[in-house]
Structure formats: C-alpha cells, structure tokens
C-alpha cells in the first residue's frame, strides 16, 4: 500500500486525466494486486461507486486483481 496515500490519490487523478490525450500505463511487479487496485480507483474516478470497483476490474481486468484485504479497503476508501 502507498505510504504516501494524498501522492497516490494525486499520482492517480493525474492518470486519469492525462489519460483523455495521450497513453498511460499502469503496472506493477506481478501486474495483478498493486494495478488491479489502481484500476479500481481509476474506475471509482471515472464514476463508479467503491463498492462496486473491485468486482467490475475483477470481471474486466483480472478475477485475482486486488489481491488483499487493504487493497480492497484502499479502494472502498478512495476519494
């Protein structure tokens, strides 16, 4: 989990935005806990209620995205 969570919410909003004119990628080691979690918050960016961020990039993206209880905690959080 990001120790710095306003540079992660920054990092991420700033994704998402740059995202309308040019490619963004998001990755990490293993490309399903970290990036499944970004997705998810992306996914909440974009307008989809947290409680329902994680099973839509799990059916999108990955059915292991998101792999733990603080990655889904981070997401349920996200603003």
Same mark, same amino acid.
């Given at each position: 989990?990001? =120790?710095?969570? &306003?540079? *992660?919410?920054? !990092? ?7 995202? @309308? ?13 970290? =990036?499944?979690? &970004?997705? *998810?918050?992306? !996914? ?7 409680? @329902? ?27």
């Amino acid at each position: 989990m990001p =120790t710095n969570k &306003a540079a *992660a919410v920054d !990092a991420l909003r700033e994704a998402w935005t740059r995202a @309308e004119v040019e490619r963004v990628e998001i990755a990490c080691g293993g490309g399903i806990g970290r =990036t499944g979690t &970004a997705l *998810a918050c992306l !996914a909440v960016i974009d307008g989809l209620p947290n409680h @329902e961020a994680v099973d839509y990039i799990r059916q999108q993206y990955s059915p292991r995205a998101v792999e733990t209880p603080w990655q889904r905690r981070f997401v349920s959080r996200f603003k």
